[in-house]
């Protein structure tokens, strides 16, 4: 049971710091740069790249890996905007207990990945499930914490 939940904790868990950090990074951003036209920070400058790409980053690793048409990256694009979106709106809803929000960020995770993979045909699915199941190797090793796990984190 714990193995079937256990990607979408670490999933949960990374946005959850993502948002953390993103909201304190973008305070000092409005703080130090005021001007109108002034940019966010590029994804992977030590920003958003370690907790939730930026969907259309994810989109392009996706794209690459899985070797999505123009059609699929359109319609997998959409669905990683919805989910940071509806990520972000629950970040910033302080009326939900730290575990009720995990559990809801876990739903929106699952449903993304599940409208993704029906996305895909089954040779993209087979890659698909190869790489969650990667994701999940590496999450149990880096939850666990222990020196004697010798699971390597994922290739990028």
């Known amino acids: 049971m714990l193995r079937k ?77 919805s989910e940071h979106a509806q990520m972000e709106t629950l970040h910033q809803d302080s009326s939900l207990s730290q575990q009720d929000r995990r559990s809801k960020m876990m739903d929106i995770h699952q449903s993304s990945d599940t409208q993704i993979r029906a996305l895909l045909d089954s040779t993209q699915q087979k890659k698909w499930d190869e790489m969650q199941a990667k994701h999940e190797q590496w999450g149990q090793g880096h939850h666990r914490g222990a020196p004697d796990q010798q699971s390597p984190p994922p290739q990028p």
């Open 5 to 81: 939940y256990l990607p979408m904790i670490l999933a949960a868990s990374l946005v959850s710091m993502a948002a953390s950090f993103a909201s304190a990074q973008s305070s000092s951003q409005s703080s130090n740069d005021s001007s109108p036209g002034a940019q966010q920070p590029a994804p992977g400058n030590g920003g958003w790249h370690h907790g939730a790409p930026d969907p259309a980053q994810r989109t392009q690793e996706l794209t690459r890996k899985l070797k999505l048409t123009s059609d699929q990256q359109t319609k997998v694009q959409d669905i990683l905007q």
